[in-house]
């Protein structure tokens, strides 16, 4: 990780700790960001997925998300943006990009395990909006632009994360823009050791979470934490003080977890940042919810997006979406035949399942 002081010309306030992300070659993320990500809890890589596919998606979002000076944009510009844009979806860069082995084997190397071990549980394509003159006084508790500093897991467990040495999940942002353009960059604390005061056990003091409201503004969230916490207000401040932002160019990639502190900070006036966030969970996770109405529920169209979609990918991809695997016990004689009826039209190969069970 290398960092560096990097003054922004258009807010003297600004003096962020910035990080660089590291190449990737060959599906291989490198052993220090793996192990960066293992210890620190995050890690920001470029070259992982084809700039081909990048530029597909970039090209999509843009059809699809309202431009920055457009009146719809100030309505949407919360995270997940309403839940407009999530998998599997009739955007086939999407798709491809949320299942793409690279990204499974990336996933997989993170979590010590293989990509059929692994659970998609979010694909999430999003705005953000910078303000625009005037907005700051209409900021909500909720506002998105300057967050308060927090972990993911509230919204995505239903239990509280396994002690730091067991993650059960990685989530990563995937960045279409560049940081320079558009500002927001990601803020994350990076974990120092064991020991590090800002990192007790357990995760709980944080807005939103136990009997704490749920405040997304970090002026707002910081003022009632104070309230109720006054012991623990200074405390949290060290975590801004530690945060540190990703300068992010199109296609790069920052892989963290759902117990790092982290948080989105303030665009540029006037900008538009199109992001993805995907996590994958581990298949035993099972307290990890999937964000999303299930996959099968997109079954039924005339395109027939949903059936082509399984019918087309690898053993990997389907695993990962919950499709039983040639070593469940769901098949035998009358379920190879269904799936086949189902979606041989769609050029489903059934030849794997029915090699596992030795029927050819
Ligand atoms: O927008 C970002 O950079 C981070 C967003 C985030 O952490 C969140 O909404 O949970
Ligand atoms: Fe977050």
Redesign the pocket.
Known sequence: MSTKKYQKLDNSIMQYNWITPSSCSQHQLPAAQIEQWQQKGFCFVSDLLPSDLIQALIDDANQHFPKPDSEAAADISD??SGGRFTFPSRTVSFNKMTLHPALLSAIAQLLKTKENELRLSQADLWA?YGRRPGDEAKASIQD?AD?RI?V?YPNHTIAHPSPWGRPEAVEM?LYLDDVDQVG????VVPRDGADDPRYPWPIVDSPGIGDLRYI?DRTNAEKYFSQQRPDLAAWRQSLYAAEQHVRFKPGDI?FYRHDVW????PMNTGQR?L?T?ITYRKAEAEWISTLHTGWAWSAYRDDKFLEKLIATSNLDQRAVLGFPQPESNYWCPETLAAIEARYGMFGFDIQPYKQAMNLH
């Open positions: 995270f997940g953000k998105n967050q927090h993911d942002i927001g960059p990601t803020a997304n920052l982290h948080r989105g900070t940042r992001v966030n």
